[in-house]
């Protein structure tokens, strides 16, 4: 799937709730490799390489601040 112009339109609701709180892996005991995982999962749902275009994908969306 293409990127789309913002937001999170293309991907689950699953993908969208793991991509949101990656920092909260000790506090919902899931592993390091689920949340690698999810990742993966969301980069390729949104057509991006890597985490640095997730990053930016993601302040262009409104979903964090730079």
Known sequence: MQRSGGGLEGLSDRLQTAGGHLSLL???????????????????ALGLRDRTQLTRYAIRAGLIEP
């Open 26 to 44: 000790s506090l919902l005991t899931i592993s390091l490799k689920t949340v690698e995982r999810h990742r993966s999962n969301i980069l390729q």
